[in-house]
């Protein structure tokens, strides 16, 4: 059963995708700024429920403008699991550019992509984020630089929240940062363990098709998401601080779900 769960997922992205990215790339090629940002969150919909995601909702998103979120990262499912809850773009490291698919669907969210090993590039990125920022885009940015084993939360890095002063600027004084927690908490309704939530993370060495394909032939997985009070970040504002701020907040969020202590979800997206 789980090899016939996994070939009905892979058709119904396929399709989803055939259906979507020719949309997407007229939505480019015309600048059609709601279409650019709605048509994504669609894709990441039709995807957490094929997959047999289901995603608990805590807290709401800020509707201020500029917006940047900070979330910490455990595999490659919080893209979708993000992406499904409202329209928005990630800060991602370059190298995510390259990589087969996954790469190509980065580029059709217009996910600004960044360059650490050249110092140079930093100013350009920042200025493009702030431009996006300005315009109305909540960009999604996992401040720990890599992902997790899913059990704890890395340090939250200032440097990479430094691109939000340039937003600042554009925003005329102020910009907001939210801090976003992802805990993978159930497989099948069994509460998840220390092994297997280090099953469901991707991280350090392990390969994409093999945890992709795992993911695939499994069943139902819950994810808390919950989003922490939002902190206004003005040009007075001191980065390593509100970093400092924005992290504990996420590691407390975290904690609260593995606990099972959040309160009950605003809203749960249903895979079935």
């Known amino acids: ?13 396929i399709v989803t995708s055939l259906v979507l990215i020719p949309c997407q ?59 499904s809850i409202m329209p928005l773009s990630y800060i ?11 790469g190509i669907l980065a580029k059709l969210q217009r996910t600004v992509f960044v360059e650490r090993e ?3 590039r930093t100013g350009a990125v920042a200025g493009e984020i702030a431009e996006r920022m300005a315009g109305g885009d909540v960009m999604v940015l996992f401040a720990e630089g ?6 704890h939360v890395l340090p939250f890095k200032s440097s990479l929240v430094g691109g939000a002063a340039k937003a600042i600027e554009a925003a005329k004084g102020q910009a907001t940062v ?7 908490t159930h497989l099948d309704g069994m509460p998840i363990g220390r092994f297997y939530k280090s099953r469901v993370a991707w991280y350090g060495d392990m390969e994409m098709a093999s945890h992709l394909w795992w993911v695939l032939r499994h069943g139902v997985i819950d994810v808390n998401v919950a989003f922490g009070e939002a902190v206004p970040f003005n040009g007075g504002a001191e980065r390593k601080a509100m970093t400092r701020t924005v992290e504990a907040t996420v ?11 959040l ?6 997206l249903e895979p079935h």
């Open 178 to 184: 939210q801090p976003l927690a992802i805990n993978y």
């Open 118 to 120: 050249r110092r140079s």
């Open 25 to 83: 790339l007229v939505a480019m090629a015309f600048g059609w700024t709601r279409a650019l940002r709605v048509l994504p969150w669609w894709w990441h919909r039709a995807a957490i429920w094929l997959l047999g995601i289901r995603v608990h909702v805590h807290g709401t998103p800020s509707p201020a403008r500029p917006l940047l979120i900070t979330a910490n990262h455990v595999s490659w499912l919080d893209i979708t699991v993000i992406g």
């Open 146 to 151: 890599t992902s997790s084993n899913g059990t």
């Open 92 to 102: 991602a490291k370059s190298e995510v550019a390259g990589w087969p698919i996954f």
């Open 1 to 13: 059963m789980s090899l016939i769960r996994a070939v009905f997922v892979i058709l119904g992205l």
């Open 263 to 268: 309160k009950e979800s605003d809203a749960v």
């Open 251 to 261: 590691r407390r969020l975290v904690g609260e779900a593995t606990a099972g202590r």
